[in-house]
């Protein structure tokens, strides 16, 4: 299968920026099927450290098989997964997480009745002498949330009940990265935020890249894509149709991408400001 890769500078397989060294992850010839249906089909992809690459798609076109196959939700049938260099199996999510991978799901996965805190420890709670270390989590949670200047929450004592669509999807990016993560994948996280509150995950998006860890974010929202990218892949009835640096993209573009495969179209010039600036598909 030969992939759209632009225009730009020479590139590794499927449009990967040449990098001074491996990418984080690697994913070479992965396949998955569900039956007679092929989710995935031949998928070559790189995620390199301290870079945002989005992976949008039509409904279907396989991008919720994909992430949960890197999570380690779904075994791919054939393919490698390389990470830092070296071959891995990634079969159960206590597999990613031990290799330094956190999902942020849709659903962020928080209790409503439990606080920030006991939310960010959930299920790796620390204990001192066989009680709950509550004032170490406290403020590790406390800290981590800081790190990323968050700061819209009162206290991590506050019930996640209380808290907005944006303090949600904080907290829940604030879990991932508290557990050393270098790879965190974002399923829609801005899905139903209003305008403040998804510039407000956007901007925690680009911090979490500034600090080194790979980001794969998962969307329908155009406009949030170009806003926030490095890198934007296409995939297409399971197959990844293109790879391609964000500058090189726009929101018709990667639309002619996600319903033929292909776009004959190219980036009109606009200034630096205004770049993010496209409609939105999502």
Do not use: Y
């Not at 920030?116 to 406390?142: S, V, Y």
């Not at 640096?245 to 990667?254: G, K, S």
């Amino acid at each position: 299968m030969s992939t759209d890769v632009g225009s730009g500078p020479r590139a590794e397989p499927n449009g990967a920026p040449t990098a001074s060294g491996p990418p984080l992850l690697s994913l070479r010839h992965v396949s998955k099927s569900f039956g007679a249906v092929q989710a995935l089909d031949d998928i070559d992809l790189d995620i390199p450290a301290g870079e945002v690459t989005a992976l949008t798609g039509d409904n279907g076109a396989g991008k919720s098989v994909l992430i949960k196959s890197i999570a380690g939700i779904h075994t791919p049938d054939s393919g490698s997964i390389v990470w830092e260099g070296h071959p891995v199996h990634i079969r159960t999510p206590r597999d990613a997480a031990a290799l330094g991978i956190e999902t942020v799901h849709q659903d962020l996965a928080l209790c409503d009745n439990l606080d920030i805190a006991q939310n960010m420890f959930l299920g790796r709670e620390q204990t001192k002498h066989f009680m709950l270390a509550e004032d170490a989590m406290e403020q590790a949670a406390g800290e981590t949330l800081k790190s990323l200047a968050v700061t819209t929450v009162r206290s991590v004592r506050q019930l996640v009940a209380s808290l907005s669509g944006g303090q949600r999807q904080a907290v829940a990016i604030a879990k991932a990265v508290l557990w050393n993560s270098k790879l965190v994948i974002m399923d829609e996280p801005t899905a139903a935020l209003g305008v403040a509150q998804t510039a407000m995950v956007l901007k925690l998006v680009r911090s979490l890249a500034d600090r080194g860890v790979a980001v794969l974010i998962v969307s329908h929202n155009m406009n949030d894509v170009l806003q926030v990218a490095d890198r934007i892949a296409v995939l297409r009835l399971g197959h990844l149709v293109a790879l391609r640096p964000a500058t090189e993209m726009d929101a018709q573009i990667v639309v002619d991408l996600m319903t033929t495969g292909t776009s004959t179209r190219t980036v009109s010039k606009k200034p630096a400001a205004t770049a993010g600036a496209t409609h939105d598909q999502g």
